[in-house]
């Protein structure tokens, strides 16, 4: 059991340009989600999935857009990367709402 | 809607000695609560979690917590550390109900320092 992995760890973008960041997770989870991270603020969430095919807002989803066309996988893009985008990005799933949450190793990003 | 506040940013401890990581939360309806631990680049674990019935809570790595319903805290305790458990710990609720939003709300985070 891999668990959640998240592909690139590490990207480096310049403003204006795009990328998709994926996720997969192997438990047959029904709930993924995208999060980031910034120094001294937690985690936010970006988007939300309660099954394949379903996707929802968060906290802070401007600027990105996901998917998930297939129930393992959540896919998040940036259209076009911004400096305030600079952040860790860690996604994460969960069997129902209230069960805890498997988190990936996280995505570095920086815009320049 | 739900907030969650962790009132330290950081706490220093030396190794051995016993520590306690404050959380208080806010909500309108009830919630299960949670504490996740960071360690240096890696992702998010869980250390423990409260649903029901007793409040307080054992978690791995011989932490625990209690539940405080009257003073909506859920604060975290370690006897004795050790330099391993130096990392980052955020504490996190979910609504038990279906308000529209499955997703957790976290704190801002405590970074535990354990000193030799």
């Known amino acids: 059991n891999a668990g959640v992995t998240q592909t690139p760890k590490f990207r480096v973008l310049k403003t204006g340009q795009s990328m998709t960041l994926l996720c997969a997770q192997d438990?047959?989870?029904?709930?993924m989600y995208w999060y980031r991270q910034d120094p001294g603020m937690g985690l936010r969430l970006i988007h939300y999935?309660?099954?394949?095919?379903?996707?929802a807002k968060g906290e802070v989803p401007d600027g990105y857009n996901v998917s998930r066309l297939k129930k393992q996988n959540f896919l998040l893009g940036l259209e076009s990367a911004a400096p305030s985008q600079t952040s860790v990005y860690f996604c994460?799933?969960?069997?129902?709402?209230?069960?805890?949450?498997?988190f990936g190793p996280g995505t570095r990003l920086t815009v320049l | 809607a739900q907030s969650v506040t962790q009132l330290d940013s950081q706490v220093p401890v030396f190794e051995e000695a016993p520590v306690e990581l404050r959380c208080n939360y806010s909500?309108?309806?009830?919630?299960?609560l949670f504490w996740y631990v960071q360690y240096p680049n890696q992702g998010l674990q869980l250390l423990l979690k409260?649903?029901?019935?007793?409040?307080l809570v054992k978690g791995i790595n011989g932490f625990e917590a209690e539940f405080n319903k009257s003073q909506t805290s859920f604060h975290l305790r370690k006897p004795s550390v050790h330099l391993s458990d130096t990392a980052e710990y955020f504490c996190?609720?979910?609504?038990?109900?279906?308000?529209?939003?499955?997703?957790?709300?976290f704190g801002s985070g405590t970074r535990l320092q354990v000193q030799p």
């Open positions: 994460a799933s969960s069997r129902t709402n209230y069960n805890e949450q498997f």
């Open positions: 438990m047959n989870h029904e709930y």
């Open positions: 999935s309660v099954g394949e095919g379903t996707t």
């Open positions: 909500s309108s309806v009830s919630v299960y």
């Open positions: 409260y649903l029901s019935g007793s409040t």
């Open positions: 996190a609720v979910s609504p038990l109900m279906d308000t529209g939003r499955r997703a957790l709300t």
